[in-house]
T-cell receptor
Framework: TQLLEQSPQFLSIQEGENLTVYCNSS?????LQWYRQEPGEGPVLLVT?????EVKKLKRLTFQFGDARKDSSLHITAAQPGDTGLYLC????????????FGAGTQVVVTP | KAGVTQTPRYLIKTRGQQVTLSCSPI?????VSWYQQTPGQGLQFLFE???????NKGNFPGRFSGRQFSNSRSEMNVSTLELGDSALYLC????????????FGPGTRLTVL
């Protein structure tokens, strides 16, 4: 089973601070997706990383895919209260097309 | 392009009843997956349908079933509801272009009393 481990589980910071969320696996993934989910809503896709070593930027969010495609990180610069949410990483499994593995998520709370 | 829609958004049932949830994928997407999300277990994969056929199945009891119609809309059914079935049920659709990404609907919050 290709497990995805996210750390930390919970992060509480003040507005303006930076934060980093990690997604690690012992298995290789062909791609990894990052989602943000707000309470009572479905996860919203933020980005997909595909190439080992890839860095993608989305405004204040920077996503990195490890060289070996086994890990990924999400860095938020100057966090804002609107960044509050559950951040999930996910990747397609190799044992069955169309099946995805999700991390347990990192709950981020940004207070004004 | 309209996103994934799920109905109903909220549902309250009692133990022993059955429930049917509906999902309409993004236009042109033929793959629909269902997930159960609870605070303790996170997102757990239920099953995936592609072109009206169940292609993948997670580790859930037979009380959980689904189907997909020719227009790619999908339904999920849970029979003989148990208290532990209370959860947010999410549907995700996936197209054949792009990077194999899933797009989620808003979910159906099911409460079993």
């Amino acid at each position: 089973t290709q497990l995805l481990e996210q750390s930390p589980q919970f992060l509480s910071i003040q507005e303006g601070e930076n934060l980093t969320v990690y997604c690690n696996s012992s298995s290789v993934f062909s791609s990894l997706q990052w989602y943000r989910q707000e309470p009572g809503e479905g996860p919203v896709l933020l980005v997909t990383v595909v190439t080992g070593g890839e860095v993608k930027k989305l405004k204040r969010l920077t996503f990195q895919f490890g060289d070996a495609r086994k890990d990924s990180s999400l860095h938020i610069t100057a966090a804002q209260p609107g960044d509050t949410g559950l951040y999930l990483c996910a990747g397609p499994t190799t044992d069955s097309w169309g099946k995805f593995q999700f991390g347990a998520g990192t709950q981020v709370v940004v207070t004004p | 392009k309209a996103g994934v829609t799920q109905t109903p958004r909220y549902l309250i049932k009692t133990r022993g009843q059955q429930v049917t949830l509906s999902c309409s994928p993004i236009s042109g997407h033929r793959s629909v997956s269902w997930y159960q999300q609870t605070p303790g277990q996170g997102l757990q994969f239920l099953f995936e349908y592609f072109s009206e056929t169940q292609r993948n199945k997670g580790n859930f009891p037979g009380r959980f079933s689904g189907r997909q119609f020719s227009n790619s809309r999908s339904e999920m059914n849970v029979s003989t509801l148990e208290l532990g079935d209370s959860a947010l049920y999410l549907c995700a659709s996936r197209g054949q272009a792009g990077y194999n990404e899933q797009f989620f609907g808003p979910g159906t919050r099911l409460t079993v009393l």
